[in-house]
């Protein structure tokens, strides 16, 4: 289980200089430091400090410690005390890392909300909010052990290979020693073998994850005088030429220094020319720390708001005069941007900060470009891609103030950005807002609402197609509302067509996946010189691979879900857990040859278009093509410059993206969406099919979105075409109070795990029957999920509706945790886990 509540942990300023004096008064009393690790564990653990170490103990600031079997682990200071821990004797703090806290009182107090509510261990929180750049552990090395003397025939291969490997080398780290035996599973023995015999010895060193970015620079030498240098000229030109043109290039730096890499390549000189003027200590070389992120000051560019803009921003402005939290409803394509811009440089001229999260590292790659037009040397950008180290980067400018803007997905909400005001959330409706992966089971949404409270900030969420629980907040008063339903410049919204599939299946007009409808308008698209956007929400060639003779599919070996066929790389593979085998062509069930594909990803609607237009030119977009760093980019400026004339893509493709040539988008089977079993499914089926709605037409002329669908006459789907949000909130609302679902109650969602299929149900059934017991109607299940097995653990599910009393609400977490430590006593489901997901979206 990850959940446990803490007490309040934590000194106030005085409370803390107080105590600081008392134990300065009393000589005798020892003082020692409650820490929190980076790891799932429930509780805070003690350690003492050495009397020289009495004076740096802050509340904030990282320590080593050693925990666990001699590992070194980065710990944080939350409380200071002079009370010894009862049940362990503490161990000495090893040393601190920080001269000044890194993480504040207030952040720390953040921090126990979040594991409070959302049942998780404060050490989950930690491993999420610090970048693992900050993070530092130890590192076990391995070395041969002094005058020793073995006999090969005595050991077997392996522990030959082992010593081998270490001979004439200081040590070498265990983990390069693992991947050059290529054998996990006797590793660990072969090296406890080894060591048992006294012939290596094993040690723990401190790795800072950490390291500035270092660059080298050539200078020339100090103290070389000019007729000396003039002769060098005169040298090198006759007998080294290469020598002669580096010297050339050198004097023409400024003060005769600059980037050894950068002047290579300007002037096209050799490593070897400038190796050579090195060893003839003609020129220096020395390293240089630079940043790792570079801001470029660009000239800013003026723009004028809208009447309609100008009315929404100042309806915004009063709104924050009574309210924390406001909801810009504004159509897509209604320049809610540029009212975005207009905030932000109004905090930042009166010296404050703001936070801009955005749902996908997609959506960053042109909002950056509009926005550095405006802010280009205040701001900054983080998102998932970039390395650990630019990460800790961003979080040391962010506490140094040098930040103003910070843009960046969930995460960023964790980055100490000083001074903060304003938190906007751009498409505050996107589920990937919340973290669905592991501990905390957060959504950035509702936790920058709860830590604006704590720094005085506003926030903003800006939404096309709003959440149904914040646009029920706004309309009943919790929150601020302003709606801007006139879109900006030469937008157009675009004409909704319906392509039946069932209609044109009937009457054999389709072009495999594609209707006729949609089919024409693609035949169109370059003699219109136009360009197109296709939704289709499952990636790879097709989700299964089936026997047309008996139905069978090849599922796989840890997950209980059929493998999905890519056929760039001829494999299967699991999306879940990552296992991935070659394609089958012969059943493994009746032995026919019969194997056949069923349904269409990304990959296999480009390969069909491609068979039925040659010439049309295609870019896939999802998370397979774009798992390298700048994929995103360069997709995006292509797909911009005109040298792609459609984008197939998943979800990504919807979010934000804002192209001037598309005219046309379309969603190839809008029914996937419709059909999924989730009461949310209608809300998420509007949500997406209005945003991708929203990417044609945005710049002078009116776009096309056909929908391909079996159910033409569907509300959800006639309520888009009708761009008629409202109809479908109230619809929606009625519902959800009907069945008792958000915004009229809360939900946890509670996952159990376990490897034996017949212990998780008697489990899951013991675990629902105690819940019902205690709280009755309101606990549901248990039920078996779609994917009832991942990674070889079975899972069931158990769904919990709470009220909104807060009180009641923590009682029942208290009750959920009791019941779970309960069920660990029993002898044969100790090794039952249980995930707990507060919210679930």
Known sequence: MEYRPYSTIYFTKNDLIQELENIMDTERDTLYVEVVLPLPIPRLFTYRLSEEMNELAVVGKRVFVVFGSRKVYTALIVNITTEAPKVYEAQYVLAFIDDSPLITVQQLKFWQWIANYYMCTLGDVMAAALPSGLKIESETYVSLAEDIVYNEAELDEKEVKILKLLTGKEKLKISAIETELKSKSSFVKIVKSLYDRNLIVISDDITEVYKPKLITRIKLAEGLKEEQFNELLITTERRAKKQYEALLALMGE?????????????????????????????????????????????????????????????????????????????????????????????????????????????????????????????????????????????????????????????????????????????????????????????????????????????????????????????????????????????????????????????????????????????????????????????????????????????????????????????????????????????????????????????????????????????????????????????????????????????????????????????????????????????????????????????????????????????????AIAKNDYQGFYEQQITEREQFSYPPFSRLIKLTLKHKNPEIINQAAAMFSSLLKYQLGARVLGPETPFISKIKNFYLRNILIKMGKDKDNEKAIKAFIQKTYEYMLQKENIKSLQLIADVDPY
């Open 254 to 718: 400024p003060n005769y220094d600059a980037a050894k890499t950068d002047i290579i390549k300007r002037f096209n000189l050799t490593a070897s020319a400038i190796k050579a003027l090195i060893d003839k200590q003609i020129i220096e070389q020395y390293q240089v720390s630079v940043d790792r992120i570079i801001t470029n000051k660009i000239e800013e560019k003026e723009f004028s708001l809208s009447e309609p803009q100008l009315v929404a921003l100042q309806e915004v402005k009063e709104s924050f005069k009574t309210q924390n939290t406001t909801l810009l409803h504004g159509a897509t394509a209604s320049g809610k941007t540029f009212i975005y811009i207009d905030l932000i440089q109004e905090q930042i001229e009166k010296g404050n900060s703001v936070l801009y999260l955005v749902p996908e590292i997609a959506l960053t790659e042109q909002l950056i470009k509009r926005l550095e037009n405006y802010f280009s040397d205040k701001m900054a950008v983080s998102h998932s891609r970039f390395s650990q180290f630019e990460k800790v980067e961003i979080w040391q400018k962010a506490n140094k103030g040098e930040i103003k803007l910070l843009i960046g997905p969930r995460s960023s909400l964790f980055m100490p950005l000083q001074n903060l005001s304003l938190i906007i959330i751009d498409e505050e409706h996107e589920t990937t807002f919340k973290q669905t992966d592991k501990a905390p089971r957060y959504n950035a949404r509702d936790l920058a609402i709860v830590y604006a409270k704590s720094t005085d900030a506003k926030v903003l969420l800006g939404s096309a197609t709003p959440s149904i629980e914040t646009y029920y907040n706004a309309v009943t008063g919790k929150y601020g509302l302003v709606k801007l339903k006139a879109l900006f410049g030469k937008a157009f919204q675009p004409q909704i067509v319906f392509a039946d599939i069932r209609e044109e299946t009937r009457t054999k007009q389709m072009h495999g996946i594609f209707t006729s409808t949609l089919f024409n308008q693609l035949e169109n698209l370059q003699e219109e010189r136009s360009q197109g956007i296709l939704f289709q929400n499952r990636k790879g060639y097709v989700p299964v691979v089936e026997c047309t003779t008996c139905g069978w599919t090849s599922k796989c070996v840890n997950c209980d879900i059929a493998l999905t066929y890519y056929k760039y790389s001829n494999n299967l593979k699991c999306h879940y857990c990552g296992y991935h085998q070659p394609n089958i062509t012969k059943c493994q069930a009746c032995g026919s040859n019969t194997m056949g594909i069923q349904g269409y990803g990304t990959e296999r609607i480009v390969e069909e278009l491609q068979l039925l237009i040659p010439e049309m030119r295609i870019i896939r977009f999802d998370q397979d093509s774009t798992r390298q760093k700048n994929a995103f980019r360069n997709f995006i400026n292509d797909f911009e410059n005109g040298k792609a004339d459609v984008m197939v893509g998943t979800q990504i493709v919807v979010k934000g993206l804002d192209f001037e040539n598309v005219h046309l988008a379309a969603v190839i089977s809008a029914d996937q969406l419709l059909n999924f079993p989730d009461f949310r499914a209608y809300e998420r089926t509007f949500q997406l099919l209005s945003q991708l709605a929203g990417r044609t037409g945005r710049h002078g002329q009116q776009g096309t979105m056909i929908i391909q669908t079996r159910q033409v006459q569907n509300e959800v789907l006639q």
